[in-house]
Structure formats: C-alpha cells, structure tokens
C-alpha cells in the first residue's frame, strides 16, 4: 500500500467539530426558508426517465450512458445529495468510451421519498435492484463517502462474480463513530448535532455545509466556487428530511470492519488529508490496512468533496487504476 503524509489527527478532528460548530450556527437561523416541495417520484411527465421498482416499491431513479457493451464503471453518491455529483466522473468516463451508471439512493434525488429503508442494507439491495435490471457484470463500483458504504456492503452481499474493483473515494468505512473499539471516531454528539438542526432547518444547514467544510471553502485563501455550492444545496433539498435524517445514522453507526476483510477485489482508496468530514486516519488509512488487495492514495490539501475542485486530478487516477 501506498499513501503520502498528512497533518496530525487533531486537525482533522478539528475539522469536524468545526463542521459540529455549524449544526449550533444554522439552528439558531431563522426557520423562514421557502417551503422545500416533495419529490412525488415518477408521474406521466417522466416517462423519459429511467426508474427501477424495488422488491418493497421504491422508484429508484438511474442514468445509464454509453456503449452498453462497454465495460460498466458504477457511481454511489454521498449524503445528502444525488448521482448528479457524479457529473465530472460520467462525462470523464464516457468520453473515454465506457458505460456510465448512476443512481439516486432512495429518499435521495428523483427517487421515491419512502419513510423507512434508510440503512446500508436497503441503500446496497436498491443497487444490486439497479444493476440487475442493467445486467452489469465485470463493472468497476466507485463509492464517495455514505456510497464507498454502500459499496462494500455491496461488493460482499450482493457482487459475487459481477464485480471487477472497487474504489472507495472519502468513504466512511470501516466506522465513523467513536466508540471503545474506535477511540479516534467522531463522538455522537456531533452527529445529534446534524439530526436536530437538519430537522430545524435543513436549508441552513446545507448552505453552511457546503459553502464551508465540505468542499475547504473555509479555509484561508481558498476561493468559494458558489456554483458548486448551489448545486450542492440543490440537491440536498430535492432529497427527502426523513430520509436525511435516517441517513446519519446509516453512514455514522454502520461497521464495515468485517466486510473489509473478506473484500478480496482490487480495491483503491483515496482521500485527502484536509477532508473535514471523515477523519482521513480513522476512514481511508483503516479501510487501506483492512482490505486483503487495497492500494491507498491520500492526496496532500485535498477536501471531502476533492472528485469536484479537483476532478482534474482525481479522473486520469480513477483511469489509471480502471485500467491497471
């Protein structure tokens, strides 16, 4: 395995109870934003779009671009937000000639906004229901954050035999959460501190986060692509609170541990050492250790949201993998 240096633990941390900070800042907000409308799932004007029905009901809304006898390269997205912020990645990958394919989680994006189901287990049995339908194998599966979860998950449950390698990008496996088997997780206040100012005011609170930690918009000399953080903020609010809400609880509690050591696939892994939002030491740097075929990269200055400020370096990587 390979990796660079980054800072010390204590600035990560730092990092993320700067990001705890903004839950107290954005609750005390006023509760005066625009009424967000609910994604009603699909209706006679989506017929254009592409759904999949799940063994419970739930419209899973996916994109499927290219050659469909190309290899397959599958993006799971991050909490809160959508396969749209795979946009960088699916052009990249298309343009080079493979099949691209993306889906929104349920709650999430143009997916049905069910009330339960929002756990590892459901996020990766929609996404097997996705790619089943498709009839991927021999498919590369690249998951960012809550989705480098939802791969693992994946991979073993459900990737026998269709899975060629998996690259996990600012992923929060093995565990988020601080617990005596994890000392140097995150405590659970801070992920309390998300569940009640997102239930407060969730419009607030996706603005903070993205226009400062998620992307180092926060840091000195950095410049704000306000682009990006609209575009984050929109696809927070075209997703559903209840299953926002749910959603911490799935990408902060779930152990991946075990599952890592059983994923035998070739499996890259990539952070960046000023990524805020998962403590890079306690993610990338374990996940690494655990996995019987991984390579880590940790990118020096890089955010959680590195595949978009700096796609242009992260892409010709992904490539370079895909193609070893």
Same mark, same amino acid.
């Given at each position: 395995?390979?990796?660079?240096?980054?800072?010390?633990?204590?600035?990560?941390?730092?990092?993320?109870?700067?990001?705890?900070?903004?839950?107290?800042?954005?609750?005390?907000?006023?509760?005066?934003?625009?009424i967000?409308?609910?994604?009603?799932?699909?209706?006679?004007?989506?017929?254009?779009?592409?759904y999949?029905?799940?063994?419970? *009901? $739930?419209?899973?809304?996916?994109?499927?671009? *290219?050659p469909k006898?190309?290899? !397959?390269?599958? /993006?799971?997205h991050?909490?809160?937000?959508?396969?749209?912020?795979?946009?960088?990645?699916?052009?990249?990958?298309? &343009?080079k000639?493979?099949?691209?394919v993306?889906?929104?989680?349920?709650?999430?994006?143009r997916?049905?906004?069910v009330?339960e189901?929002?756990?590892?287990d459901?996020?990766?049995?929609?996404?097997?229901?996705?790619?089943?339908? =498709?009839g991927?194998?021999?498919?590369?599966?690249? *998951?960012?954050?809550?989705?480098?979860?939802? $791969?693992?998950?994946?991979?073993?449950?459900?990737?026998?035999g269709?899975?060629?390698?998996?690259? =996990?990008v600012?992923?929060?496996?093995?565990?988020?959460?601080?617990?005596?088997?994890?000392?140097e997780?995150?405590?659970?206040e801070?992920?309390?501190?998300f569940?009640?100012?997102?239930a407060a005011n969730?419009?607030?609170?996706?603005?903070?986060v993205?226009?400062?930690?998620?992307?180092? /918009?926060?840091? !000195?000399?950095?410049?704000?692509?306000?682009?990006v953080?609209?575009?984050?903020?929109r696809?927070?609010m075209n997703g559903g609170a209840?299953?926002?809400?749910?959603?911490?609880k799935?990408?902060s509690?779930?152990?991946?541990?075990?599952? =890592?050591?059983?994923?035998t696939?070739?499996t890259?892994?990539?952070?960046?050492?000023?990524?805020?939002?998962?403590?890079?030491?306690?993610?990338?740097?374990k996940?690494?250790?655990l =996995?019987?075929?991984?390579?880590?990269?940790?990118? !020096?200055?890089y955010?959680h949201?590195?595949?978009?400020?700096?796609?242009d370096?992260?892409n010709p990587d &992904?490539?370079?993998?895909?193609q *070893?």
């Amino acid at each position: 395995m390979t990796g660079f240096t980054g800072p010390h633990r204590r600035q990560v941390m730092g990092g993320a109870l700067a990001l705890a900070g903004l839950t107290m800042s954005a609750a005390k907000a006023q509760t005066t934003s625009p009424i967000h409308q609910p994604n009603p799932g699909p209706s006679q004007e989506d017929k254009t779009m592409s759904y999949v029905t799940t063994t419970d *009901g $739930v419209e899973i809304f996916y994109k499927d671009w *290219g050659p469909k006898d190309a290899q !397959p390269i599958v /993006f799971q997205h991050g909490w809160p937000l959508s396969s749209d912020d795979w946009d960088a990645q699916m052009m990249f990958f298309v &343009l080079k000639g493979y099949r691209v394919v993306a889906h929104d989680r349920r709650g999430h994006g143009r997916s049905s906004q069910v009330s339960e189901g929002h756990d590892m287990d459901h996020y990766a049995a929609d996404a097997a229901a996705v790619y089943e339908h =498709l009839g991927l194998t021999n498919a590369v599966h690249i *998951g960012h954050s809550t989705g480098g979860g939802e $791969v693992v998950r994946y991979v073993v449950k459900h990737g026998a035999g269709k899975v060629a390698k998996a690259i =996990l990008v600012s992923a929060v496996p093995p565990l988020m959460l601080k617990t005596a088997a994890n000392p140097e997780g995150t405590p659970i206040e801070v992920f309390d501190g998300f569940r009640s100012t997102l239930a407060a005011n969730r419009a607030e609170f996706y603005k903070a986060v993205a226009s400062g930690p998620f992307y180092g /918009f926060n840091r !000195p000399g950095v410049t704000t692509l306000q682009g990006v953080v609209d575009n984050w903020w929109r696809q927070g609010m075209n997703g559903g609170a209840k299953a926002h809400y749910d959603g911490i609880k799935a990408f902060s509690e779930t152990d991946f541990t075990e599952e =890592l050591k059983v994923m035998t696939v070739p499996t890259l892994v990539l952070q960046g050492d000023d990524d805020q939002i998962v403590p890079y030491k306690d993610a990338s740097v374990k996940a690494a250790a655990l =996995l019987p075929n991984g390579t880590l990269k940790i990118y !020096p200055g890089y955010p959680h949201g590195m595949l978009t400020t700096h796609a242009d370096a992260i892409n010709p990587d &992904l490539l370079a993998f895909i193609q *070893g």
